[in-house]
């Protein structure tokens, strides 16, 4: 079993929730990845941006009260709300992060933020 | 950078087995070699992605592709199902040929999008549905996309 499979449920929703963020952000390019999934996949995007803006509500009402107002507070100013920690650097502010934070094989049981941006970190190996 | 040297062997599958759109989906996952809570958040992910319209873009070929956080780099795979299945594809044909893009959100070299339609334009190549059906070691699929692919 890894880090990952041991991983804190609201980190998973979380996680969900950033990819679908990054999903409905993409399909309104106009072009760049819109214009693609409009010529390639025939995608009618503002139906899918609502779709996806439906999905989204649904899952941060499903964020424990606490994770949520902590969301909530950050989302405002951030375009990204969890981003990965990659060779010890937050990829929402670059700054480094404690080794003891990312060190831990147990790191994802809890969840974690960076001190220095507030987003909420995922550590990538 | 040339699309053969974004797929490894190991990412390669000539018999899918899955015979349905959610199996093949997980199928393909698996080539990739993440853990499996990964797994599970990117199955997730795509098959929203395909809920909002299927990936099948005609002629036996469908590119599920998403971004997610649980990769850290750009990730392909190939799964080749013997007989195709249906997978709601644009011209309502069955699908043999799956082409799986995975993208971290953000990308020094932000090779997503180009690579996407590289494969598109690939997949559009009127030998290639029988040309892919014709491999049989993934090598030969790595040759096809050095001989076939745009560049």
Redesign the interface.
């Known amino acids: ?2 880090a ?2 041991r ?1 804190h449920p609201q980190l ?1 929703l979380l ?2 929730l ?3 963020r ?2 409905h952000r ?1 399909l309104g390019e106009e072009e ?2 819109g214009e ?2 409009r010529a ?5 995007l503002e139906k ?1 941006r609502s ?2 803006e439906d ?1 989204i509500q649904e899952l941060e009402a499903s964020l424990n009260p606490v994770v949520r107002k902590r969301y909530q507070r950050v989302l405002p100013n951030r375009d ?1 709300v ?3 920690v ?1 060779n010890g650097v937050c ?1 929402g502010c670059f700054v480094s992060i404690p080794t003891a934070t990312v060190g831990d094989e147990g790191a994802h049981q809890e969840l974690q933020g960076c001190e220095n941006c507030g987003r909420f970190i ?1 550590i ?1 190996s | 950078m040339e699309l053969r040297e974004l797929f490894t062997a190991e990412a390669v599958k000539l018999e899918l087995e899955a015979d349905s759109k959610d199996a093949i989906l997980k199928e393909l996952i698996e080539l990739l070699g993440l ?4 797994d ?2 990117l199955f ?2 795509l098959k ?2 395909e ?5 099948g ?1 005609g002629k036996g070929i469908a ?1 599920p592709h ?7 780099k750009l990730c392909l795979a190939y799964g080749r199902k013997p007989g195709g299945m249906d997978f709601n594809a ?1 011209d309502d044909a069955p699908v043999q040929h799956f082409f799986l893009i995975v993208a ?3 990308e020094v070299s932000n090779q ?2 180009p690579v ?2 590289k494969i ?1 334009q690939f997949a559009k190549d009127p030998d290639i549905p029988g040309r892919l059906e014709e491999i049989s070691q993934p090598e030969e699929f790595l040759d096809l996309l050095r001989e076939k692919a745009p560049r």
């Open positions: 079993m890894t990952t499979s991983m998973v996680l969900e950033q990819d679908l990054s999903q993409e760049g990845a693609v999934e390639h996949f025939h995608i009618d899918a779709e996806l999905k990204r969890v981003v990965p990659i990829y995922y990538l | 853990d499996e809570k990964s599970t958040i997730k992910t929203r992605r809920n909002l319209g299927s990936t873009i590119i998403c971004r997610s956080l649980v990769v850290n644009i971290p959100p953000l997503y999008l996407l339609g598109a």
